[in-house]
């Protein structure tokens, strides 16, 4: 059986003589949010409530929206939209809508006392003109990016953090007062360092589950009896987005955290991380937000110290924050000190790489891009996968949003690691999937998420 999610996913690959255009959807005709919220209170904005670094694979496009459930804080209790623009926290409810939303989450007692609980959306009006179909992916995997710079900050200050995909979509949607363009997506939960909360709620699993909404869903069939119309849907993403909500936390199947297991092939252990990880946390601080400029590479050799730091790294900001460990990380390495050029998969458990193939051309490479020349010079690749029909039979069509979370957390993770050891990385939105899937031998089973090319930056 194939679940809508992979007939999604096709649609929105990049192929040389084809497209993923969406069936018309008229955006125009769309009422665009307004986050202006007149006459709403307005408190100043602390580095405690936003990320410091704007998120990495947003390409200016702003598509990711954040708002803050707070208790016990410098504001009120309440519900707030974190107004970056105008440094300011925007109320928009009290205890009231607090506890509808609250109320949305599984381990409710749990959420009732964190701190802080962002909720994260996404808006679709703004990046559909430049993705088109696969505009709904990509701003989940903007949002994992803004989780991971909330995870970094909140573990910079020493607290508790946990993120979270489990919740009632329609009813925070409806809390909040959404718009139709603008969909809630995931959430992070922030506690005080001693929170015993927090510290017992690591025991019990909290954090290590994902919640599926494969036991409430209608299953879709593509060729089956259960079909869904679609021409009720301005795109295939809308569909995509009605499969993957969860509207019964009851009826949801709780899953416990998957542990990829490694594929045979030679092991190449990594060096230890370059710096403490509190040396990591401490100089994110300093840094500044990116031109993300998209210069072509220059020619250079990264050190195994450092490929293997930005590597080990990835850990940070939490290798399995959302997707129950189903996401497959290859590594492609081109230039290398110590390391044979190759394509290898990296299993984190181990700290290890596993070498999958001794091929690693750079010219066929760069043709599996739309730009060949921006891609050129790379110094390795991180190229994110998933069996897309594994991950639906374990999490429903939800698994697909949690996949995509955690490439963006991935990608963000990487972004910051690269720039800490004065390297560039980015992700590449436009590939050909099949050819580069071809190059590197993946499974057939296999679909390609995301890719992020590491190398030094060019003038």
């Known amino acids: ?31 665009y949010a307004d986050k202006r919220y007149e006459g709403a209170s307005r408190y100043p904005l602390t580095a405690g409530f936003t990320p410091l670094l704007s998120p990495f694979s947003a390409d200016y496009l702003h598509p990711v929206c954040v708002y803050a459930v707070v208790h016990n804080t410098d504001v009120p209790d309440g519900v707030y939209y974190v107004d970056n623009d105008s440094s300011k926290l925007v109320q928009l409810g009290g205890k009231n809508v607090r506890e509808a939303i609250l109320s949305s989450f599984p381990e409710r007692e749990f959420v009732t006392e964190a701190q802080v609980l962002f909720i994260y959306t996404g808006l679709l009006e703004r990046p559909v003109w430049r993705f088109r ?60 360092e001693k929170s015993m909360v927090a510290f017992n709620s690591v025991d019990d699993g909290v954090g290590e589950f994902a919640y599926s909404n494969h036991a409430e869903m209608n299953t879709y069939v593509e060729n089956g009896e259960q079909t869904y119309e679609i021409s009720r849907y301005p795109s295939r993403f809308m569909l995509q987005n009605h499969l993957e909500n969860i509207d019964d936390l009851n009826l949801c199947m709780k899953v416990r955290r998957l542990v990829a297991q490694a ?72 230039d290398v000190m110590f390391v044979y ?12 790489i596993y070498m999958q193939s001794g091929s690693a051309n750079p010219k066929k490479f760069n043709k599996c891009f739309a730009v060949p020349e921006q891609v050129q010079n790379s110094m390795f690749a991180v190229v994110l996968s998933a069996d897309l029909n594994e991950t639906c039979k374990v999490l ?24 800490l050891l004065n390297r560039t990385a980015r992700e590449e939105h436009f590939f050909y999937h099949d050819e580069l899937k071809k190059l590197l031998d993946m499974p057939d089973s296999e679909s390609i998420i995301s890719t992020i090319l590491i190398g030094k930056a060019g003038k």
């Open 396 to 419: 429903g069509n939800r698994g697909y949003r949690y996949l995509n979370l955690n490439a963006g957390v991935l990608t963000e993770s990487l972004y910051v690691s690269a720039r």
């Open 263 to 334: 594929l045979p092939g030679d092991e190449f252990p990594l060096t230890p991380a370059k710096f403490t990880n509190e040396y990591y946390l401490r100089e994110l601080w300093y840094l500044r937000d990116d031109k993300k400029v998209k210069f072509p590479f220059a020619k250079g050799t990264l050190d195994l110290d450092d490929f293997s730091s930005m590597l080990r790294w990835l850990e940070l900001a939490q290798l399995n924050a959302f997707g129950a460990g189903l996401i497959k990380i290859w590594v492609v390495v081109f």
């Open 341 to 352: 050029a190759g394509v290898y998969r990296y299993i984190p458990v181990r700290k290890s």
């Open 1 to 31: 059986m194939r679940y809508f999610s992979e007939v999604y996913h096709e649609s929105t690959q990049y192929v040389p003589h084809g497209s993923g255009d969406p069936v018309i959807m008229h955006w125009e005709k769309q009422a």
């Open 133 to 192: 179909e696969a505009a709904y992916r990509q701003v989940q995997m903007d949002v994992g990016s803004a989780c991971a710079n909330t995870i970094l900050i909140a573990k910079s200050r020493g607290q508790k953090v946990f993120p979270l995909g489990g919740f009632v979509d329609d009813s925070i949607a409806v809390a909040l007062k959404l718009g139709p363009t603008e969909m809630p997506m995931a959430a992070v939960a922030i506690f005080p």
